[in-house]
Structure formats: C-alpha cells, structure tokens
C-alpha cells in the first residue's frame, strides 16, 4: 500500500483549521483520517488537531491483526466518540472555545476492504474505475437535497452550503456513520475535507488520478482547487492498494 497527504491552507483564510495523518498500523493494513475545525480563531485549530491526536492514538492502542469489519468500525466509532467527548470536555472548560468543533471521515484499509466512518461533511471517494462518494454529507444542503427542495447542482450555490448538521465536540456524545466497502488491486480511497470538493467538480479529480501517477496526485488536487479559487482550507489524503 502507498500512502500520501497534503494539507494546505488555501488562498484565503488566515489561519489552518484542517488537520490529518495517515500509517501503516500493521502489515498491509493503513489508517486514514482528515479533520475540518470549526470555531473562534483558534478553536477549529484545536478542535481539529486534537481529534487527529486522539483518533490516531486510540486506533494505535486498540488495532490488533485479524480484527474483522464489524470489529474496525466498532474500533473507529469508539475513537471517534472519544475524541469528541474530550473536544466537548475543552470547550466546556474554556469559555473562548465554546462551540468549538470538527469534522472527520476516518479509514482503515486492509487488503480487501476499506471501512470509514465520518461525522460532517469531510468526504470519501472511491476511485477505481469511476469516482464514487462513499460518504454522504451530514449537512444543511444535504437534508435539502434529499427531501427534494434544492438539486445537487443548486447546492453547489446556496448560501448555506457549508452549515454541518453533525460534528465532532459540539455535543457530549455523537454517532459516526459507517460504510464497508470492498477494494481491488490499484484501487485508491480519497479522504478530504471541503476546501478540496468545493473548488474542483468530481469529474476533474477523477482526470487528475487518471493521468498522473499516484505520487503526484494529492499536490494536483491542491494546486487544482487553489486554482479554483483556494476559498478554504484543503486537506488531501490518499491510501492506494498500488504496490509502488
């Protein structure tokens, strides 16, 4: 398996409040996580980083080989609800972080699957033969879309595009959505936050991996939505079943 990330803060914000990691946590087996913060001048900054440090931490202590799927999504969504209770747990114990959050999408890949969980509006992509949305988006937008108000190509406009219906620290306690999803040789999952999906269609990141070697890839995707205008923080990690 290959791994590769790149954060970078984009064209226009002053300050960073995305964050990710990606390792080896056994043989043949990778984990992934990207986090978008929100929140006061450096709340989102905190929020996020400490999600990354308590997500990867909890995962490293509690991964062990021949965990099945149900096992690694149990895994994830207890890290995950760890995390956001120790965010939640800060905020409350400083009055300038209150309502600090974050969001995540968080993998471990093994040989044949890739399983995730997320919480907000951070995303994963399959790519393979085509580009396929793993995640679907816990969003004002979103709940738009599905009960059928707004099209997906008038939420690409809409003035509330980047209102997130769930996150990380805003509550006690969260709940992850889950997804299983198998993968084959030279598959590639896509973790990213929405300073990627926002400035750069679908269609332009499936070109990008298409025509370019994998290695290359996570800093095309940057350039390309820093390119499109670079509104936000842009967060790129990808786990490729790719041998070198």
């Known amino acids: 398996m290959q791994l590769y990330s790149k954060v970078d803060i984009g064209?226009?914000?002053a300050s960073n409040q995305d964050a990710a990691d990606v390792f080896m946590i056994a043989d043949d087996v990778a984990f992934a996580v990207v986090c978008d913060g929100m929140g006061g001048a450096s709340g989102g900054d905190i929020a996020s980083s400490t999600a990354i440090s308590d997500i990867s931490d909890y995962v490293k202590r509690s991964y062990y080989p021949g965990m099945d799927n149900e096992k690694i999504t149990q895994l994830l969504r207890n890290a995950i609800s760890s995390a956001n209770y120790?965010?939640?747990k800060i905020s409350q114990e400083n009055s300038e972080l209150n309502g600090m959050g974050t969001t995540v999408v968080?993998?471990?890949v093994t040989n044949d699957h890739a399983v995730i969980c997320h919480v907000g509006d951070s995303r994963a992509y399959l790519i393979s033969d085509d580009i396929i949305q793993i995640t679907t988006d816990h969003s004002v937008v979103q709940s738009l879309i599905e009960s059928g108000k707004i099209t997906a190509?008038?939420?690409?406009?809409f003035p509330e595009k980047n209102v997130i219906t769930r996150a990380l620290g805003v509550e006690p306690n969260v709940f992850a959505d889950a997804s299983v999803v198998p993968m084959k040789p030279d598959d590639?999952?896509?973790l990213c936050t929405d300073g990627l999906t926002n400035f750069i269609e679908t269609s332009d990141i499936l070109e990008i991996f298409n025509r370019n070697h994998t290695?290359?890839?996570?800093e095309l995707?940057?350039?390309a939505a820093n390119s499109g205008g670079g509104g936000d923080n842009i967060s790129v990690v990808i786990v490729s079943k790719e041998r070198g």
């Open 11 to 13: 064209r226009v914000r």
């Open 221 to 223: 995707l940057v350039n």
């Open 188 to 190: 590639k999952l896509l």
């Open 106 to 108: 968080a993998a471990i």
């Open 153 to 157: 190509n008038e939420a690409k406009n």
């Open 215 to 218: 290695s290359f890839v996570a």
């Open 86 to 88: 120790n965010i939640y």
